[in-house]
């Protein structure tokens, strides 16, 4: 199984990436997670849609191709970064990549809401896209208060990886379903 991971923060160090990084490592006999780079794209533009800058053909490939995507968002300003929507935006159109695929989303954030009102706001933009989301009851991974829970670049704190192993069984199971 192949999973793409959506990285909202583009910082080297973000914790968001160090969640990424850590279900990577922690679940290689499951799926090949493969952390895609959202950086270099440029800013959506309708005019260049069809006929887009090559790390735009390249980016959408690798999400046509994952047999699901993982979202990882910070919150900023109380929603989630525009460097992420901007990737949406570019999935959305022409061959609606998201469309139907397997889609699962997780926050990490400094603050004791873990990233619930920008996963709520990116909830309602991957509806919109029609993407097929687990049921987000109990499958929350909202891992707030950050700054204790991580170490040596990877989450460390045992309850939050316990209840992440609980939410990829269950990720899994949803992935396979919906192919
Ligand atoms: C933040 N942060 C933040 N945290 C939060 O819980 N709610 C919020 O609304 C915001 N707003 C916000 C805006 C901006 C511009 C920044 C840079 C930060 C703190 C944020 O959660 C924290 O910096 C995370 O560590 C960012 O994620 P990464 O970069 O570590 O993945």
Do not use: C
């Not at 922690?26 to 440029?42: G, H, V």
């Not at 995507?69 to 919150?75: A, D, K, N, R, S």
């Amino acid at each position: 199984m192949k999973i793409a991971a959506i990285v909202g923060s583009i910082r080297k160090e973000s914790l968001n990436k160090q969640l990424a990084l850590t279900i990577k490592d922690r679940y290689t006999e499951q799926f090949e997670l493969e952390i895609l780079d959202i950086a270099s794209l440029p800013f959506y533009n309708q005019d260049e849609e069809n006929n887009p800058p090559q790390v735009v053909v390249d980016f959408k490939k690798k999400v046509s191709e994952a047999d699901a995507v993982l979202i990882f968002t910070p919150e900023f300003n109380w929603s989630f970064p525009g460097v992420l929507k901007n990737a949406l935006d570019w999935l959305s159109r022409v061959d609606f990549v998201l469309r139907g695929k397997a889609v699962h989303i997780a926050g990490v954030s400094g603050g004791p809401l873990g990233t619930i009102r920008a996963q709520l706001q990116l909830r309602q933009v991957l509806t919109g896209m029609r993407a097929n989301m687990m049921h987000p009851a109990g499958n929350e991974i909202l891992i707030g208060s950050a700054g204790q829970k991580f170490s040596d670049g990877r989450l460390t704190d045992e309850a939050t990886l316990t209840f992440l192993d609980g939410v990829m069984e269950k990720f899994i199971a949803h992935v396979q379903t919906s192919k």
